[in-house]
């Protein structure tokens, strides 16, 4: 039976891929491919390990495609399970076109029925979950991070793998780390989310001693920090951003987008402020609380201070 | 050199309504998604730089001959449609097919721009799809780009999650970029209006010779999410905590 691929550049995206692999495999061999550019190569513990010691440049797609393709064949893996991080799902495409393959990205859970393999995934703009089967025996997903836990570390041999390096089109000229700040809003159990509905950006200033006293983290929608450019990508929850989960979630000035609930919808407990009472998201949520920002952010200031709850 | 910018046809999603878990898909508003804007922006920003024009190419049903419009005024030259009502559900790959067979019929192409995913399905892989039919240089999630006329390459800053990477490319080559390269522009009136008058051709299933490949998906379900939450409303902060406080949330 053809075996099952693994290829990230993220040791932490390996080790929930493990878990992905675990889902599918059926009996299938799994194996992990790794180019030496990878972080902490020889930490990294799973069975049936192979780097590729060549210095390439990962940020050609076209190179990196044609090194998993070729590592695909020579294993006798006729599936490839990717990262869903950014480097992942620019490989994915070039990567299907060059093995003749299907492929379905942001995948969020996996699952086996008929011994075929079924994805979920968001459709239409974040508004559907799609289930799909890829038709073909080739099959690439590449996986949402975090939707999967990381895979026990097994200790094992890393083998080396002979691949053929094709030239390179694109040069890597600078890589500068971004100076963002630690925090991952898919972390927080507690997110505030901070929407167009908020005028000023002194406002968030105002919101941080909401997230101090809940031990909340902020996060936003998308135009906020793309259009407004008061918080950095990172922080935006969406589609295109981040998906979270926490356990309690305020949605402060959000109109509800498609797009934006995507990111929200599985939070165990949601609550909407908002001024606008036909808002859309006033009736998708837990509690609504209909309100102007202006007043019901300084009453939640005063009501979470050390003498109120 | 010309500029193409590869948009995608979507439904109005914003505008749609779900009844029993699906969308109705009646009187639906056609637009193209924001990401293929902030694509057709950075190819209004790079024309002059390479010389040439920005041809703004499409392929889906015939609704497209009226919403490329949209495109055009917002400073696409012209458009080269594909469109038939065939066309209407295509998978990335068939439509991958399709956008490279249209290239073909565009002269001098130095630069294809993508959104970073489409406003519908979102699944970014037709620009890798397209780049390796085309065997050209890949680059993804630009934030920035810039053209260097005396080497013919493209310096792009590309956003990743914890990195900036600047990386160089010959043309011609593709090229996705995100939401934070630009400011969508909304056209003025005298736009909209001069927008029905820009070159458009028209290409029909008939005119295409490129043997479609097989859809590489079956669809086993497509529902939205049940939303089962209790939608209570509360009419004072004090009321709201109370509520928290009762669920041991705060």
């Not at chain 1, 039976?1 to 059926?26: C, D, F, K, R, T």
């Not at chain 1, 080739?138 to 890393?158: D, H, R």
């Not at chain 1, 990111?263 to 309100?291: F, H, S």
């Not at chain 2, 922006?41 to 703004?56: N, R, S, T, Y």
Request: net charge negative.
């Amino acid at each position: 039976m053809a075996g099952v691929l693994i290829y990230s550049n993220n040791p932490n995206y390996l080790m929930e891929l493990q878990s992905a692999a675990a889902v599918i495999a059926q009996g299938r061999p799994v194996q992990t491919l790794i180019l030496s550019g990878i972080n902490s190569a020889d930490s990294i513990k799973v069975e049936n390990l192979y780097i590729c010691r060549n210095k390439v440049c990962i940020s050609d797609v076209g190179v990196v495609a044609e090194l998993v393709k070729q590592a695909a064949s020579q294993l006798n893996c006729d599936i490839v399970l990717l990262s869903g991080d950014r480097r992942g799902k620019e490989l994915a495409g070039r990567l299907a076109q060059k093995m003749g393959a299907g492929v379905s990205t942001d995948v969020s859970a996996l699952k086996v029925e008929d011994g075929k393999i079924i994805a979920s995934r968001n459709a239409f703009g974040g508004a559907l979950v799609e289930e799909s089967i890829i038709v073909m025996n080739a099959q690439i997903f590449a996986i949402a991070p975090k939707s999967f836990a990381e895979a026990v570390p097994i200790n094992s041999p890393i083998k080396e793998i002979e691949l053929t390096i094709p030239d390179g089109v694109v040069e890597l000229i600078a890589s500068n780390p971004k100076s963002d700040d630690a925090v991952d809003i898919a972390e927080a159990d507690t997110l505030l989310a901070m929407g167009c509905g908020f005028e000023a950006q002194s406002s968030i200033a105002e919101v941080e001693k909401i997230a101090a006293k809940m031990n909340a983290v902020i996060g936003c929608s998308k135009p906020v920090a793309t259009d407004r450019k008061w918080f950095s990508e990172d922080r935006v929850i969406g589609i295109s951003g981040k998906t979270c989960k926490p356990i309690l979630a305020v949605l402060m000035g959000i109109s509800g987008q498609v797009q934006f609930w995507a990111g929200i919808r599985e939070a165990k407990t949601i609550v909407a402020i908002n001024n606008d009472e036909n808002a859309p998201i006033l009736g998708m949520v837990d509690y609504a609380y209909v309100a102007d920002l202006k007043d019901a952010v300084p009453h939640l200031i005063d009501k979470l201070g050390p003498k109120g709850l | 050199m010309n500029i193409v910018v590869a948009m995608k046809q979507v439904p109005d999603i914003q505008q749609i309504r779900i009844r029993a878990r699906k969308p109705v898909m009646e009187d639906v508003v056609y637009t193209f998604g924001s990401f293929d804007k902030n694509a057709l922006e950075a190819g209004v920003q790079l024309k002059e730089a390479l010389g040439g024009k920005l041809i703004v190419l499409c392929v889906g049903n015939t609704e497209l001959e009226d919403t490329v419009k949209e495109a055009l005024a917002a400073g696409g030259d012209e458009a080269l449609l594909v469109v038939d009502d065939i066309y209407s559900d295509l998978d990335s790959c068939q439509v991958s097919a399709l956008l490279v067979e249209a290239l073909g019929k565009i002269e001098d192409v130095g630069l294809v721009l993508f959104g970073e995913g489409s406003g519908d399905n979102y699944s970014g892989q037709v620009v890798g799809r397209v780049a390796e039919l085309l065997n050209w240089p890949q680059i993804g999630f630009a934030q920035e780009i810039s053209y260097e006329q005396s080497t013919n390459m493209i310096r792009v800053i590309r956003a990743l999650e914890d990195v900036r990477e600047t990386v160089i490319a010959p043309l011609p080559a593709v090229v996705s970029v995100v939401a934070e390269i630009n400011e969508v522009r909304i056209p003025s009136v005298t736009q909209i209006l001069k927008a029905g008058r820009k070159p458009k051709k028209v290409f029909e299933s008939a005119d295409i010779e490129t043997v479609l490949p097989g859809k590489t998906h079956f669809i086993k379900s497509s529902l939205a999410p049940e939303n089962n939450r209790k939608t209570i409303i509360v009419k004072s902060v004090d009321e709201l905590l109370t509520a928290l406080k009762s669920e041991n949330l705060i």
